[in-house]
């Protein structure tokens, strides 16, 4: 079946410095994904999403970059803060009936 | 941003007894809600598809007579838990879209009930 993949399953940053977060797809036809947030206990938080037709998007010190041809995604944080500390999951959406796929996940650790 | 409320946030019970979990769309209505079932560092893996007055659609390998899903309202989605054992031991989430399915929408999640089976 499709699946989202995650390169790294832990990142360690410094506070202040910027953290990239990267996802890998298999779903050539997914045209919608999402980056969330997870803080221990708690339900998935929205962060930023994109549409196929665009390769970048930017929030508030976060970026998300689509490489279509290569079927990856990133999310930057920038001036990561300690607050910034989760677990961070991309989702793919199914076109078959809106279903959200997630990939592994990567643990984000801030250091002050 | 649209709010999913999901109750209890955590339940222990006894094995051999049903845990029901409530799912509710508070701002908006929700013809379809999902549940996803996640173990310790691990992803959210996706159990069904709620649709509201129909029968749920089970994602390969769940057992539909193991979790039972039941969307009567536009606002409310129920799964229950039947003759629990430890190893349903989990944390389950639910989520929203306000939008048609197949829509390029944001997906709202509750806050995840913690399932304890002993």
């Known amino acids: 079946g499709e699946s989202v993949g995650l390169h790294l399953p832990t990142l360690s940053v410094q506070e202040g410095d910027n953290s990239i977060i990267n996802c890998a797809y298999s779903n050539s036809a997914s045209d919608y994904f999402i980056w969330y947030k997870q803080e221990s206990g708690k339900g998935p938080q929205f962060i930023i999403d994109?549409?196929?037709?665009?390769d970048k998007r930017q929030g508030q010190r976060v970026t998300v970059l689509l490489n279509k041809t290569v079927k990856h995604l990133s999310l930057q944080i920038a001036a990561t803060q300690p607050g910034d500390s989760a677990v961070y999951f991309c989702?793919?959406?199914?076109?078959?009936?809106?279903?959200?796929?997630f990939g592994q996940g990567t643990e984000l650790s801030v250091k002050p | 941003g649209a709010v999913v409320s999901q109750h209890p946030s955590w339940v222990i019970c006894k094995s051999g007894t049903s845990v029901k979990i409530e799912c509710r769309s508070l701002?908006?209505?929700?013809?379809?809600m999902f549940w996803y079932r996640q173990f310790p560092k691990q992803s959210l893996m996706l159990m069904a598809t709620s649709n509201e007055g129909s029968k749920a659609t089970y994602e390969q390998g769940v057992e539909k007579d193991k979790f039972l899903i039941n969307h009567a309202s536009l606002t409310l989605s129920t799964l229950t838990v039947t003759s629990a054992h430890p190893e349903d031991s989990s944390f389950y989430i639910c989520?929203?879209?306000?939008?048609?399915?197949?829509?390029?929408?944001?997906?709202?999640f509750g806050q995840g009930t913690r399932l304890t089976v002993v």
């Open positions: 994109i549409r196929s037709n665009m």
């Open positions: 701002d908006f209505q929700a013809t379809t």
């Open positions: 989520s929203a879209r306000a939008g048609i399915p197949d829509m390029n929408t944001e997906a709202f």
């Open positions: 989702a793919e959406n199914d076109n078959q009936g809106g279903k959200l796929i």
